[in-house]
């Protein structure tokens, strides 16, 4: 048996990094198909392996996860998202996903439902028939507008939410793999660590904005837009926060006057949710509706469902939990095209995975892109089709042959409000207009996220 996983070779100074670069999906699906479970990368100051198979990626997220953390990587990350729950470890994650918790109960979430139907109905109500809009854009718009209400308490305006978007463009460029970045120093005054930083500045005066617009409300029950009735269980018998608001920065701003917060604890959190809250939700739904507009027949029956979710009155959670092809047309999407590409971790101390010995201190990446495109879980894989989600042919799977939220204690804590938020915005487009998209190949850039290389224009067609 082998010491070293094989892996491609590399250039003496960048290893894989140009390889990585110029195409990271096509790279990374090759080094799957040729090298098998576990894959050795040189992509930068430290060693990297990629795991392929899912019982090797179950063990790391799930039941070997406490022998694992977040990889810091370089300080960009650090000072983008901070102690945030994305990338906090520790005693830190876990004061910070309790803290959490009652934002995202099953509860609360279900009661968010008209919430977000509202932001949808008056999101579309400027569209007309024959217009062409950049449908990632505008969904990103809706997200953005639906994070911060549910979450914040407050509305965003459309100046505030135009900044939002403005800002993304550098932020994103800076986690875009580029090789001659690590010979770089983060506090070197090129134009894009300068763009980077005046960035994050511009996105912290938007959330330093809603939190003074918020203080002095943490304690009001009005604010919080799923209303007394939705905010489920959220403490033992005498908790002193029982019946007050639970929106996120509600509760983080309470947590901050017993002295359980700092203002920079507080903004790292709404910075993470703003960000990681609207745009896994608005990629997720821009590469349905790409897909649904060059499959007219599953088009038709998530119309059908769309039509039928809305024809009893406004939106609710009940009523889009019956659109079940909608939801399998979802997964389809989120399995072909995942918001989030890959995931890393890194070992704390030497463990062996695939047969082979992983150093502590290296970086593991496991790929929702790689394993949910490969012929080892899926037949044909290339094909969108939604009844692979039928529960028959689901369970003829590996659990982690299809993990778009992650899994184990580090889950994605939205899963549920992003899945909610999806189904109302797909009933709510669907059972009006038919989206055609109109423009080239679709081409795809690897940031934290995986976005398109390109502007999506969708033809608005009334019904």
Request: charged share 30%; proline share 8%; with cysteine.
């Amino acid at each position: 048996m082998s010491v070293t996983p094989p892996g491609p070779l590399g250039d003496p100074l960048f290893g894989n990094g140009r390889q990585f670069a110029d195409d990271p999906f096509g790279f990374l699906r090759a080094c799957a198909d040729s090298y098998g479970d576990v894959v050795r990368l040189n992509l930068g100051p430290r060693e990297t392996y990629m795991l392929t198979n899912p019982a090797d990626v179950e063990r790391v997220l799930v039941a070997d996860a406490e022998r694992y953390r977040k990889p810091q990587f370089d300080d960009a990350m650090d000072t983008l998202l901070g102690d945030g729950l994305l990338m906090s470890e520790g005693e830190t994650w876990q004061r910070q996903r309790k803290l959490a918790n009652p934002a995202f109960h099953n509860r609360r979430i279900g009661a968010l439902a008209g919430v977000m139907a509202d932001h949808a109905e008056s999101h579309v109500a400027d569209w007309a028939d024959g217009d062409v809009v950049d449908l990632q854009l505008e969904l990103a718009r809706l997200t953005v507008k639906i994070i911060v209400t549910a979450m914040f308490g407050a509305d965003v305006t459309d100046e505030e939410v135009k900044t939002v978007q403005e800002n993304l463009e550098p932020l994103g460029a800076r986690f875009e793999p580029d090789p001659r970045r690590y010979l770089i120093p983060d506090w070197m005054p090129t134009r894009e660590n300068r763009e980077f930083d005046a960035a994050i500045d511009t996105l912290e005066s938007v959330i330093d904005d809603i939190v003074a617009r918020r203080r002095g409300t943490e304690r009001d029950p009005s604010v919080d837009p799923a209303g007394p009735d939705g905010t489920g269980v959220r403490g033992p018998p005498g908790d002193p926060d029982a019946d007050l608001p639970m929106d996120l920065l509600s509760v983080l701003l309470r947590a901050r006057d017993r002295g359980e917060q700092t203002d920079e604890n507080l903004r790292d959190e709404l910075v993470t949710m703003l960000l990681a809250g609207h745009d896994t939700t608005a990629l997720a739904l821009t590469y349905t509706f790409y897909l649904l507009s060059d499959h007219p027949e599953a088009r038709e029956r998530v119309e059908g469902e769309a039509k039928e979710a809305v024809s009893t009155g406004p939106l609710t959670a009940d009523a889009v939990r019956e659109m079940e092809y909608t939801e399998r047309v979802l997964n389809e999407s989120m399995r072909l095209y995942p918001p989030v590409y890959t995931l890393f971790r890194e070992p704390k101390l030497d463990v062996k995975l695939g047969g082979y010995r992983i150093p502590e201190g290296s970086a593991l990446m496991v790929s929702q892109w790689v394993i949910h495109r490969s012929e080892r879980w899926y037949n044909d894989p290339e094909k969108f089709d939604p009844d692979r989600w039928t529960a028959e042919r689901r369970s003829q799977r590996p659990r982690f042959a299809y993990f778009p939220f992650g899994g184990g204690p580090r889950h994605c804590i939205g899963k549920a409000f992003s899945l909610l938020e999806a189904k109302i915005i797909l009933a709510t487009v669907c059972s009006r207009f038919d989206l055609d998209y109109e423009g080239p190949d679709l081409s795809l850039r690897g940031s934290l996220t995986m976005h398109p290389n390109h502007p999506v224009p969708m033809r608005i067609r009334e019904r």
